[in-house]
Structures are given as C-alpha cells and as structure tokens.
C-alpha cells in the first residue's frame, strides 16, 4: 500500500488521535474521504439546457437594467436583431456594437425609451430549451413575455419570443433576438 492509499484511508477520527498524539494543533476540522466517497460528493454538472438558459436569464436582466455592457457580452457578433411587431421579416439590425449602439440609443434618447421584457410562461419561466445541432451547441429558447415601453404606440402586452444562442468555447452567446405580439394588450400576470 503507497503512502497516499494509507492518507487516504485514514478515517477523521483516526487522523485527529494521531495528529493529538503527535502533539500537532487542528485549527480546524478536516475531513479525509477515500476516492470512492470522495467521487460521490462530486459537485453536479449543469446540462447545455441549464446553461443556456442562464445566459437568457442574463440577457434579460441586463436588457431590463439598460446595462449595454453586460448584454454586449453576450451577443455574438454576428447578433440579429429584429424589431418586436407583427410578423417580424428581416433583421432590423446585424451586429453585436450595432444592436448595442441601436438600444443604447434609445435608452438614452428623448424621451429615453424604458423597455421591459418580462418573460411570464412557464410561471416566469420560457419554455423548454431546446439544444440542438452539432455537439449540441445551438440552443432555441421560445415563450411568451411581457413587453411595456413608453415609446408611444398602444402595441405593448403579451409577446411571442424566440431567441437563438451558439455556444462558442464555454460560453452561449445570443445569434439572433425576435418577438411578436400576439394581439393580446394586457395579459401580463403580476411580477
């Protein structure tokens, strides 16, 4: 038996009798486990849906807190924009700097613009995610949400929405942002 198999088979209250006996000071208690025990305490993994539903969750926040920072840092740079209306076409705007500049514009215009969106399917969830493609890096996360402005027009409520992320490295960065009304104007449930 090597040394490290006699470590690790020592149990706690056999390592803390020996280190008293051998007139050593524990400042704290210290657990030694066997390799079997040990990868049974192993932290559990998140899922590619896990993942990429927090970078969606992120997004939101940062949409909703107007940080152009922090959503920047999750678009990708090649992000597709689409204006939020009825049946929404092309891209409005292609982009990660352009889609930042296009919002951040309008945050801070006047009047400066307050968009929210809030997510409400689900109980304050999406839908389910769902992670595709090859090596399962493409994630469609879609749902229903609320959206509110002061941008003028009567086209606030309820919204459908799909967003697009890739996992790049370890990260999911969005690729492509569209939302439709559904024709309903006041369904959102209370916060």
Known sequence: ???????????????IRATAIAGAAIS????LT????????TAPTSTPEDDALAAFKSAVDAFNNKDSYKL????ADNVELRKVHINHGKPVI???DPVVNYLKGAWNGVPPVSMIFR?????????PVDVHGPNKTIADITGLACWNDNDG??????LKYKF?????GSAWLITSLAGNYTGNPNPCPPP
């Open 1 to 15: 038996m090597s040394k490290y198999d006699k470590v690790q088979s020592l149990t706690r209250r056999n390592f």
């Open 28 to 31: 704290a208690p210290l657990v």
């Open 34 to 41: 066997s390799r079997k025990s040990s990868a049974a305490m």
């Open 72 to 75: 920047g840092s999750l678009l």
């Open 94 to 96: 292609i982009g990660r």
């Open 119 to 127: 997510p409400f399917s689900g109980g304050q969830k999406p839908d």
């Open 153 to 158: 027009d009567n086209a606030d409520g309820q």
């Open 164 to 168: 697009v992320l890739e996992k790049t």
